[in-house]
């Protein structure tokens, strides 16, 4: 049994009492035993509705107030106690992610991500002053752990991130590794067939031979 930490547990309709909740409603799927959590599956799929729904009056609120181009509405939920602009009616400018370019467009206005920057700090800066002795710190999902699981870097040293997320950025690496290799090789078939030639200097097509392991011939 494992006590939930939701603080509207009562009222989300769980099937077990706050306390008293199976450890098997904690667990991350494809994850160690270990890694738990701090929610029950009751409460978790409650606060996914709860946000879908916030998310749906977002979009809708976007949607009736995208006539004007020189204003955008911020997506941020607490935007209304935090910055002076009414929610519906921002200057497009204050969504630039970067200031010369105005493709990179973000939901959020700059007053709304300084502010979640800042409480992503207060919260990183709690955390790490209440790690105790055979802890640490996961730079990576910003939680406390055991020492035990720590990941190992290559050169022998001691990571800055458990072992569940070294295995997730190695997973992640290698598909994007993979993925881009697709699209770099679809880039030089399209170069070889508009310009029938797999060199510029030499104007020739350069395949490679099975037999001769992989050597290339003319």
Do not use: W
Not at 129 to 154: H, M, P
């Amino acid at each position: 049994m494992k006590t939930c930490s939701c603080k509207r547990q009562s009222s989300s309709g769980p099937k077990y009492g706050r306390e008293v909740v199976p450890i098997k409603y904690f667990l991350k799927p494809g994850k160690p035993g270990t890694d738990l959590y701090k929610t029950c599956l009751d409460c978790r799929t409650y606060q996914k509705k709860c946000r879908d729904g916030r998310k749906e009056k977002i979009k809708k609120v976007v949607e009736a107030n995208n006539d004007d181009p020189n204003f955008k509405v911020c997506e941020y939920e607490s935007h209304k106690r935090i910055s002076v602009y009414p929610k519906e009616k921002i200057p497009k400018e204050m969504f630039l992610i970067y200031p010369n370019y105005p493709n990179y467009i973000s939901n959020y206005c700059s007053d709304c991500r300084k502010y979640r920057r800042s409480i992503k700090l207060q919260s990183k800066t709690s955390k790490m002053n209440n790690v105790l002795e055979g802890q640490f710190y996961c730079n990576s999902c910003c939680q406390i752990k055991n020492i035990d699981i720590r990941a190992t870097n290559l050169n022998g040293t001691k990571s800055k991130v458990c072992m569940s997320c070294q295995d997730y950025q190695k997973k992640y690496n290698k598909n994007k590794y993979v993925e881009m290799k697709k699209i770099y090789r679809q880039i030089q078939k399209e170069f070889i067939f508009e310009h029938q030639t797999c060199c510029q200097y030499c104007n020739c097509i350069f395949l490679r031979s099975k037999k001769d392991n992989g050597s290339p011939i003319m």
